[in-house]
């Protein structure tokens, strides 16, 4: 009998490719998916699914005991820019859920537990080229401030009740299969669904803003090769640096003229764009290289002709 997995926030942003990702791997009856609402109709016609509330901790227990989880996804979360609309709601759902987690892995409930970090755990003070795995973290957005405590949390939980939690700090994720939900790196995808559709895009940000971003396939398959590693080779447990790429506005902007010549893009900056400078430009992953054999195979020429393969 194989492993039963839960990923809850399953029809989310990364959830959905994840969980699809995690059926092809595991058998489609051995990942239960939950998340608040329902997701896509290729989501819930894959396999078992279950409308839950990651902040209720007895229906998380309910339903680990239930399907006899081994291992859980956590990737229900409230992102950047609409964290910083309802600063009370995201840190409530982003701590809670991981609480409720986490002391199921401290009962020894579950066996395995995958949490999402962010890039967004850096601040202004922190170095901004090549970030340090281990540096200056001052977050000025709540979602930055709940990631960052959430790593501490999950070091803590693993020091002292042997917590196997294991954690990734993603950049800015791109995906064509999904719509993403209230990221401030998320003028990334939406400049796709406009050139695709012929229209030109008014980009949120101004176009120099380097940050540092990667392709949602890269990003499931470093969350499932993380996860996959031998529990002495994930050294670091609060969370892994992960870098993909690294990119402006401007320059996607040109790399996708390359396929369509008559797409413009104008810059009409909002709040958003004092979270982004807030964010560094470009990630140093040579730990998550070194301990668990991290490669990126996207960079932004190969991604782009990805995205506009399938929107087109
Ligand atoms: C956000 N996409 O923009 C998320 C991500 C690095 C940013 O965590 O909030």
């Known amino acids: 009998m194989g492993k039963k997995i839960l990923v809850i926030g399953a029809c989310g942003q990364i959830g959905t490719e994840l969980t699809m990702r995690l059926r092809e791997l595991y058998g489609n009856d051995a990942v239960i998916a939950g998340d608040i609402r329902e997701g896509s109709e290729e989501l819930m016609a894959s396999g078992p ?16 005991l239930h399907y006899e989880i081994e291992e859980v996804y956590l990737m229900a979360a409230m992102l950047s820019a609409t964290g910083e609309k309802y600063p009370d709601k995201a840190w409530k759902l982003n701590m809670n859920s991981l609480f409720n987690v986490l002391d199921l892995g401290k009962e020894k409930k579950i ?6 970090s962010s ?19 001052e977050p000025t957005t709540v ?38 939900g209230g990221g401030t790196t998320d003028y990334a995808v939406d400049i796709f669904h406009k050139a695709a559709a012929g229209e030109n895009y008014e ?20 969350t499932v090769e993380i996860m996959e590693a031998p529990a002495e080779a994930v050294k670091e447990r609060s969370s892994y640096n992960l ?47 070194k301990d668990w054999q991290w490669q990126p195979q996207f960079e932004l020429e190969t991604m782009v002709a990805e995205m506009l393969k399938h929107l087109s």
Request: charged content about 20%.
């Open 49 to 64: 699914f279950e409308i839950m509330d990651a902040m209720d901790g007895n229906q998380v227990e309910d339903i680990c």
């Open 111 to 116: 066996d395995k537990i995958f949490w999402p």
């Open 119 to 137: 890039i967004a755990v850096f601040g202004p003070t922190t170095p901004q080229e090549n970030t340090p795995q281990h540096t200056v973290m």
């Open 143 to 180: 979602y930055g401030i709940s990631k960052q405590t959430g790593e501490r949390w999950c070091q803590y939980y693993h020091d002292k009740y042997g917590v196997d939690v294991r954690s990734i700090r993603y950049p800015g994720l791109i995906s064509w299969k999904t719509l993403p």
């Open 203 to 222: 980009c949120f940000l101004k176009d120099d803003t380097q940050l540092p971003m990667m392709y949602m396939e890269d990003a499931i398959r470093a």
């Open 243 to 289: 870098s993909g790429m690294s990119f402006t506005p401007a320059q996607i902007a040109n790399a996708i003229k390359v396929h369509k010549p008559a797409f413009e893009v104008s810059y009409q900056p909002d709040y958003r764009q004092a979270i982004a400078d807030s964010w560094p430009g470009s990630i140093n992953d040579d730990a998550a290289r």
